[in-house]
């Protein structure tokens, strides 16, 4: 009999020993991974921009929260790695609610800057500590909740989540990426696990990413023509977009040193954005967000500090075109792909300011002025020629143009 329950005992022993082995994993699941944009080709992070074009990494970005619904359990936590070297913010915005049932809901549920943050909602700071915990309520954490702009690469941010709710994300720099978080009661079934979102962020890179240059959109009728593209996708949880964040002709290929756009001397390019959210500029020369960079006669405007600063050389002005375009005549003798040229009072550097869809073509960039978006060159010098988006030319974004006779 003594025999007997020992042998019980040991038996309740192993069994609790196996009980709290089983019961580590599912603790564990208090803190959930996702991702804050993406890119592919995934390469070359934090490298040289000439060598990231040139092998085709970082091209197309993906501007979305991956995966941008999740549901966890109430006082869970949520990391987000940094994923790309185009630079995000994870952000949870004041939510006040209303004071009785039915009313309307305050005003101040107001979309802020990337540079204004939580202080827009006092006495927050406009960042938040990593590790924050977000409640609207403001009973148990912070009612605004923002990590500032996530700019290297794996960088993580995490934010626990005491109150149950839904609450709404955003990124302050690109305001159509967003998503969703579920907090639910410790006592729900949630509906999915670690490895299932993780599957969820590869198919949603892949969708934003897929055909985001569709082969046989464009006609090539008239000027020869350089676009940037991009697509906007929706799910569950909100806006996600994939940005091709090159230079591509009118057939869709990639523009690189080594394939240059063909221009004959005397022809005119025209440099059309069709992204439906990411706005770009055209610069050729020392980049005027190059603080070493002369000044010469660029105009202060939002965003890059020009819409066009032309040679002088020529008697064709520069100015706008019928459609709206903007246009310039490029006359040498100079070498505006000359970026270490840093003279002072030049005027060689050519910029087509930010070029961004029409306001009623955006989504959700209506704070983006002005509304621009063909910017056309005429070439009156021979050369190869260098330009430049100068927001994203870290990653890659350079073209290059041969003029030949």
Known sequence: MNALRSSLSSYKFRRMMLLAAFLVPQLALGQWQAKAGAQFPDCLAGGDADAKLAAGCQARQVMAFVPNEIWIHQNDSIIWTHASDEGHTVTFLNQPQPANLGDAYPAAQTRVSGGVGCSAFAPNTATSLDNSAYDPSGGSGLQC?????????????????PAKGNFKFTCLIHASMNGIVHVLDPSATLPYSQQAYNNQATGQIVNTTWD?????????????????????????????????????DAQGNVITKASPLQVHLGQTVEFANIDPAEPHTITFGCPTDDP???????ASTSGARAFVNVNDNGPQPSGTAGDGARYVVMNGPFHPADEGDRSAGDKSAINAGLLI???????????????LNRFRVTFNTLGQYRFICELHDEIGMIGWVNVIP
Do not use: E, H, I
């Open 212 to 248: 985001v240059v569709p082969l046989g959109l464009f006609v090539n009728g008239g000027n020869p023509r350089v676009y940037t593209v991009g697509k906007v996708v929706a799910t569950g949880g909100g806006w996600q977009y994939g940005s091709m964040f090159r230079f591509v």
């Open 145 to 161: 909740l923002n990590s500032g702009t996530l700019g290297t690469y794996g960088t993580t941010y995490t934010v626990s989540f």
């Open 292 to 298: 070493a960079c002369p000044v010469g006669q660029v």
């Open 357 to 371: 869809p029409q306001a009623q073509d955006r989504t959700g960039l209506a704070q983006v002025s002005p509304s």
